[in-house]
DNA sequence: AGTGAAAGATTTCAGGC
DNA sequence: GCCTGAAATCTTTCACT
C-alpha cells in the first residue's frame, strides 16, 4: 500500500499528514499554504482555483489557517540589495558575564541587524544584519564588541533561499 | 544597448532603476514598504490612507517599488511550531576536502532544513531547520555529518524576529 | 507626479445541499 | 463541509490638474 497521494500533481506523504488530520489539516490545507507561501497576493478566486475548491471555501479554510496560528501573517519580501545593503553578514556572539542583556540591547539597538536568535551552544547569539560596505559591517560589530566575544562572516551566496516546512 | 544587470543572480530593469535613482526614495515610498512588510494584504484603499496619498498614487509606486527590485514578493508567514515543528536548530557545517558538492545535495535534500547560507571563515554553511523533536534533530544532522564537521545548537529564543533594513 | 470618479474584479454574505 | 449567486468592497483605469 502506497503513502503517497496527489494533489496539483504534487506528491504528498499522506502518513505524515495523519497526525495533523486528526486535528483537521488536509492535503487541500497544505496546497492553500504552499500557494500563500508562494504569492500571498494571490486573488482567492485563483486559488480556489488552484485547490479545486470555490472561492468561499476556501475563503474559509485561510481564515481557519489564520485562527489557529499556523499562518501567522502576511509580508512584502525586501530585496536589501537594492536599497543599497550590499553585504549580508552573520554574526556569532557570545557575551562577557553580566552583559548579556547589554548584548541584547546593543543588538536590538543596530538597525543594521534584522534577525537574531539565542541559541544553546558556545555561542548565545546568531545575528543577520544587512550592511551597505564593510566599513558599516566593522562599525556594527563594534556596537556589540565592548559586551563579548563575537565571530562575523560574510554570506557569499544562498544555497537555500528560504522554503516551506513538510506538510 | 541592454536594459538589465544582475543583482544577486537576479535580471533587474535597469531602465526601471534609473526612474527611481532619479525619482529618488522618499520617506512616502518608506512607508509604503513597512506598511507591506507588516501586512502584504492590507487593502490598497487602506494603504493610501496610511502613507496620506490616492489609490492610485499609491498603486503606481507598488508597481516601481516591484519593477525596480525592491519589493521581490509577497509572502505567507508560516509558524512551524503549530504544524508540529517545535524546535528550531541551527546546524554550522564545514564539508570535508571534495565533499562540498555532496554537502549541498545533502542540505538541499533535507526537507527540515528551510533556509541555508554560505559564508566565508571557518564554517561554510549555516543552515536552520525546523524538526519535531530530538530524535529528527540527530536524523537531519546525520544526513550531513558523512561530508564533513557540523556544528548544531538549538534556538532558544528569538530577540529580534524580523524586521526591516533602516530605510 | 498627483487627484477623483467610473468600470471591472474580488471578497463576503446569503441560503440550500 | 461545500456550492451557487447576489451585495459590498476593493482595485484599476482614465481623464484632468
Redesign the interface.
Known sequence: MSNTEYVNNKEVNSRACL??KEAGFDAIDAAI?RE??????IPRAELSRRVGLSAPSVADRVRRLED????????????????G?GL?I?IRARPLPGEMHNM?EA??GT???????????D?C???RA?VRDVAEMEAVIDRIVPFGAT?????????????????
Chains 1, 2 share one sequence.
Do not use: K
Open positions: 497526525r495533523l499554504l500563500l507561501a508562494a504569492d500571498a497576493r489557529v496560528g499556523i499562518i501567522t501573517g502576511y509580508g512584502a519580501r525586501i530585496g536589501p540589495a537594492r536599497l545593503y549580508t552573520l541584547i543588538i536590538r538597525p543594521q541587524i534584522v534577525a537574531c536568535d539565542r541559541v544553546s551552544g555561542d547569539f546568531v545575528a544587512h565571530n562575523s562572516s560574510v554570506v557569499q551566496s544562498s544555497p537555500i533561499e528560504e522554503r516551506l516546512v513538510e506538510l
